[in-house]
């Protein structure tokens, strides 16, 4: 029980058990959630195959732990490797976080256990590695996806196990040098996560820190059917031979079909195995690259942990737009009752002229229009030569107000990123509030907008709170405005110019006044 194989087993299961009690952690804090079904990635914990990687992104706040473990029975005789009959095992764990929507984090560490091969060789610790992979932010309705992939393998290894040209399925695994390697990504993706065709490509070159080996070229190609929600295949091939001396055939060569399976709760599973396609070199010199097969089984747990905050976001988004079309349902209503009541109006107003004509004579209808018509002469007259001279009173910002509905108030200025309005601005939004007073019929609404600048949620919230704080300033000034005044903030989604210069951000970055019953300005403005 104390034999390489036993003590990888039970460090296996230990690691076996984080993971499942993640799995329920993460299943029971997502209760409310919509479950999501993980991706497939690769060992480094990125999407993709289990060694071919894709260059799709795994999407902002994806944090993925990946497991996976392999054992190939040793038959060949090889210098400097494990001998016949040996068996060989490894076992690599890996994390991965989306940084952003385009820029992935990973890290891997390894360890092996061969058994049959002494004390000094039998067991320990392999390579660990890191490294970044970033994609192109394509249109999502273009099938076609590029990224690149930068990582260092950390040659911290005891045992190459076959230290024979790159030799070997674990070569990466159980490096005893520095590895650099840069990747090309490409993809093809027909269809969804749920039911799909995937085709990944990758071009990696490898250069090693140890002068004795050569720099390498990795290739690989996969395809992936998503045959069902939870059911995957993929089959991969992947060849890896010096860049100064290639050998495709007799350098490692594998094929690669696998079986993927996937849960609500996170977790993902996988099981496949690596068939050698390499032929034997001639020559006297180690031969063959790969043994005949190897076998695997990956684990895999993927928790978004930004699904709660994207979830009350838009259940928030949701509830304004449902209140804004509850607002203006009703303004409708009110628009309709009050069309009715003017046409009522109308109507009983001509029925009493057309009575007061069949009951009085012609020349009594006409005395008493020409008196009507004096008289409204006379007060027409009176009311034009008033709102005349009330007219030639107004100031500029009442002039515009009145005539076009709208009032820019670019004396109002506040801190960057706050809602605390600026003392400065305080006595130029109090002659605004004195001013609104002479006006009692119109209702205003105090509009706050923002520049392209941060997140679109970001800048919403700033300009509600922004046009909120107006209006309450401007109501504690004057209250009898509190009836007539809203706010609402319309963050980026209005601008007036160009967001791509300084200035014209600037014109967007404002605060305005906008007259919500229009119809009662021709009141002011005969």
């Known amino acids: 029980m104390n034999s390489p194989f036993a003590r990888m087993c039970r460090l296996s299961s230990l690691v076996v058990m984080v993971l499942l009690t993640a799995a ?19 060992v480094w914990g990125t999407r993709g195959l289990t060694q071919v990687a894709s260059a799709e992104a795994l999407g902002a706040g994806r944090m993925t732990f990946c497991l996976l473990g392999t054992w190939y029975h040793q038959k060949s005789t090889i210098v400097d490797a494990p001998p016949p009959d040996a068996n060989i095992g490894t076992g690599t764990f890996a994390f991965s976080f989306a940084a952003s929507q385009n820029i ?18 039998g067991k320990g610790l392999g390579s660990i590695g890191g490294g970044l992979q970033g994609t192109l932010p394509l249109p999502k309705r273009l099938p076609l996806r590029l990224g690149a992939q930068a990582a260092i393998v950390g040659g911290t290894s005891q045992n190459q196990i076959n230290p024979n040209f790159a030799d070997g399925y674990n070569y990466f695994e159980t490096r005893t040098g520095y590895d650099i390697t840069g990747r090309a990504i490409e993809a093809l993706v027909l269809g969804g996560d749920y ?26 190609g996969g395809i992936q059917g998503i045959l069902a929600r939870y059911l995957m295949l993929g089959l991969e091939l992947n060849s890896r031979t010096y860049l100064d001396d290639v050998h495709v055939r007799t350098s490692p060569l594998w094929l690669t ?10 977790l993902a599973f996988s099981a496949g195995c690596d068939i050698s396609l390499s032929t034997d070199r001639a020559g006297g010199v180690p031969s063959p690259a790969l043994e005949p ?21 838009a259940a928030k988004e949701q509830q304004r737009i449902a209140e804004k079309a509850a607002l203006e349902a009703r303004a409708d209503s009110l628009k309709a009752q009050t069309d ?23 020349a009594q209808v006409a005395q008493k229009l020409a008196e009507k018509a004096r008289l409204d002469s006379v007060a027409l007259a009176e009311s034009q030569r008033r709102l005349s001279e009330e007219r030639s009173k107004r100031s500029d910002m009442e002039k515009q107000l009145l005539s076009t509905g709208m009032l820019v108030l670019d004396a109002v200025y506040f801190e960057t990123g706050k809602v605390d309005i600026s003392m400065n601005s305080k006595p130029y939004l109090t002659i605004i509030a004195k001013m609104l007073v002479k006006y009692p019929k119109l209702k205003l609404k105090v509009c706050g907008h923002t520049d392209d600048r941060g997140k679109p949620e970001s800048n919403l919230r700033l300009s509600q709170s922004r046009a909120e704080s107006v ?28 967001n791509n210069t300084a200035d014209g951000r600037k014109s967007n970055r404002r605060t305005e006044l906008v007259v919500t019953n229009r ?8």
Do not use: C
């Open 340 to 362: 009715t009541l003017t046409v009522k109006a109308e109507k009983a107003r001509e029925d009493s002229v057309l009575q007061a004509r069949q009951t009085d004579s012609l």
């Open 471 to 498: 209006r309450a300033f401007m109501t504690n000034v004057e209250p009898d405005l509190a009836d007539r005044l809203s706010a609402m903030g319309y963050g980026s989604s209005m601008p007036k110019a160009d």
């Open 24 to 42: 329920v952690t993460s299943t029971v804090w997502s209760a409310t959630d919509t479950a999501q079904i993980p991706p497939s990635v690769t």
């Open 104 to 121: 992935e984090l990973f890290a891997t560490v390894s360890g092996y256990g061969i058994s049959d091969y002494g004390p000094d060789h």
């Open 519 to 526: 119809e009662v300005l021709q009141e002011y403005n005969p």
């Open 195 to 220: 039911l799909g065709f995937k085709l990944m490509l990758n071009e990696a070159f490898v250069t090693s820190v140890q002068k004795s080996k050569s720099n390498l070229m990795v290739l690989s």
């Open 293 to 313: 097969f190897r076998l695997f089984g990956q684990l895999t747990l993927s928790i978004d942990v930004l699904a709660r905050k994207r979830k009350a976001a």
């Open 257 to 266: 079909p696998s079986l993927g399976a996937r849960t609500p709760a996170g």
